[in-house]
């Protein structure tokens, strides 16, 4: 039998910070505030070297068995590469020297099986040293003794939503689903056995949807929450906590494992392009989700300025290096200038958590790049490249 239980819907960051301090947002609460507005056409270059001291490259083994296709998106996790190739549905594991260690999982239906992958399908378990693998309503955990388990949201005979992701914090899951016709996401938790922690608000066994008082519910010493986005809701990890994107409120909050209720970390601030941020045509201006990125020192933002980029940026999509220092953000001519080699540019498509950040360079373009650079070392590579080896993995470290 199911708890009682109630997940609020909040729309502004500002709420949950009242709840747990009773006073307001601010600079001094750990929330910062990134300013879009004197961004936006103002795109500068941005070096390397700012952000790190060390650059390698990983050129990946080709073989028959390691050959890869459709491979536009990498993880570095526990020293390990993971490239998820769309082409032929498969998660294949380079070693920091570029050997192939297999493939994560199988293709099928049966249990353990997933049916395709994309380039945001993987997660890693620092806890337990699981590969965990998300496929459509399912998220699907590789332990290391060999043992399989399988998490999935039961839509009992509910066909009304869509499940956007789910994820692991700690013991407990997070799963992001979107009503249809509704444009409304919201978050659910599941408890350590998958088994939903209570109702999902306003009857998620019906498939109704009600909008829920602005509030944070206290269940059996538990506090819940969750966020209504007007856009897809994407996560990505910043050492132990599962930071959320959620373009309602321009807010990325922040899940400590085990927590169910969000703190704000982050701010977008549109200024005068703040009607502009929920449209989605040319002239639409906002953040990219699926595109978000932590280090220490660095958040790593992607937008789409529309027309009102900067005429010297040639890229749909604009990249924001905000300082978590100083509080500066600035928008970039394209990726970081690589200045430490004179190597290709580089912007992060994983940071691990204990920095290691990582780009996929195509072979046919490293071979091209080491003939503008005076890397000896790139040189060195290139030279036992073809036009149809594996890419080679830029490494960019402190």
Known sequence: MKREFVLSVFTAAILVASCKSGGQIGEADGVHTVFVEPLVGSEQVVRLSEVASKVEYIPLETSQESLLGNVMH???DNDIIYLPDIRVNKLSRYSLDGKYLGSVGRQGRAY??????????FDYDYETGAEMIYDSEKLIEY??????????????SDKTFNVDFIKKIGGIYLCAISRF???????VFLDSDGQLMGEFPAGYESGEYKEQKIENVKQEGMIFSAIASRSYTFPYRFGNKLMVTNLA???????N?????????YVINYGQYSDLSSKLNDESIKIVS?????????????????????????????????????????????????????GPSFWPLRVSPDGQMVAIIQAIDFIDAAKESNSAKMKEIAAKLTDESNPVIMLVTN
Do not use: M
């Open 74 to 76: 990498a993880f570095i």
């Open 112 to 121: 353990g099986e997933f049916i395709s992958i994309n380039g945001f399908c």
């Open 143 to 156: 332990h290391k003794d060999g043992s399989v388990k399988v998490i999935k949201l039961d839509r009992i």
């Open 181 to 187: 016709g509704t444009g409304i996401s919201d978050l």
């Open 249 to 255: 409120t321009d807010t990325i909050f922040a899940y």
């Open 257 to 265: 494992p085990n927590e169910t209720i969000a703190q704000p970390v």
């Open 290 to 342: 699926t595109f978000t990125r932590e280090s220490k020192k660095h958040l790593f933002l992607t937008f789409n300025f529309g027309k009102y980029r900067s005429a010297e940026n040639r890229e749909k999509l604009t990249r924001v290096l905000f300082d978590k220092t100083t509080g500066e953000a600035r928008s970039l001519k394209g990726r970081l200038e690589n200045d430490i080699d004179g």
